[in-house]
């Protein structure tokens, strides 16, 4: 990216120095947030806005999306997925716009705004749905990713408030339940230990405690493969919390 700084195509320059905040943003390092924000509008407003500029104006746009994001400056990570999805569309091009949909939907989990962030699910879906033939071998990816995203929204509306919203458990383990069912996802033990987990903290937030630390117990199998350490660590922390809601001392014990 410092290398393509250097180039006089706007662009591309644009890209780097975007992407130049991305990971400096994402690796904890230390950003100079006026120069970038300088740098990029200086170059941004140069770039034409021809369909043959659709597609990095995407990725510009998105790149700024996600550095806003991870600073936690929610709003202003809203502007730019719009923004960024404005130009997906205008390309029609149809990997951009699931991905973007999907950026906006946990966006809006984020600003708990969770109707908003259930119907761009599944409007992805949909979308995932109708493409699947254009979108080949990244079918099945995409369409687990979103499925999970779905899942994970109906579990945090669940959590917020487990007696108004009842039936956002039943609708997060189904469709956690129909990406387990499904024999066409090529899973690798990273993936699959995700919806084992997901299943797993639902039951725990039910208090089916037996039934949440035996999806627990399965998840963590596979992390262990995996040498998921972020994923080990909540793993052993809800099962042990379930094992002492059991009463299970011991294992709470060896678990924590």
Do not use: C, W
Not at 65 to 76: D, T, V
Not at 177 to 183: D, F, Y
């Amino acid at each position: 990216m410092s290398k393509l700084r250097q180039t006089n195509n706007a662009s591309y320059k644009t890209f780097a120095y975007a992407a130049i905040e991305y990971l400096k943003t994402r690796e904890k390092q230390a950003v100079d947030v006026s120069f970038y924000n300088d740098s990029i509008h200086k170059y941004l407003s140069k770039i034409p806005k021809t369909r043959e500029n659709y597609p990095i104006l995407f990725d510009i746009h998105i790149l700024l999306g996600n550095s806003n994001k991870r600073r936690e400056l929610i709003e202003p990570a809203l502007q730019n997925y719009v923004i960024a999805e404005d130009f997906a569309l205008l390309a029609n091009d149809i990997e951009r716009i699931i991905k973007i949909k999907g950026n906006i939907a946990l966006i809006y989990q984020d600003m708990e705004e969770f109707d908003k962030a259930l119907d761009k699910g599944k409007q992805t879906l949909e979308l995932i749905e109708k493409n699947k033939n254009k979108l080949a071998e990244k079918y099945y990816s995409s369409k687990y990713k979103k499925m999970s995203n779905v899942a994970a929204i109906y579990a945090t509306l669940y959590k917020n408030d487990t007696l108004k919203n009842k039936y956002a458990a039943d609708s997060s383990l189904h469709y956690y339940n129909t990406i387990l069912r499904s024999k066409d996802f090529n899973f690798n033990d990273y993936y699959l230990g995700k919806v084992y987990y997901g299943i797993g903290t639902i039951y725990s937030l039910k208090r089916q405690l037996i039934k949440a630390s035996f999806f627990l117990e399965k998840s963590l199998e596979l992390f262990r493969k995996s040498k998921s350490q972020s994923y080990l660590y909540k793993g052993y922390y809800n099962n042990g919390y379930n094992y002492y809601m059991l009463n299970d001392i011991e294992k709470a014990k060896k678990t924590f």
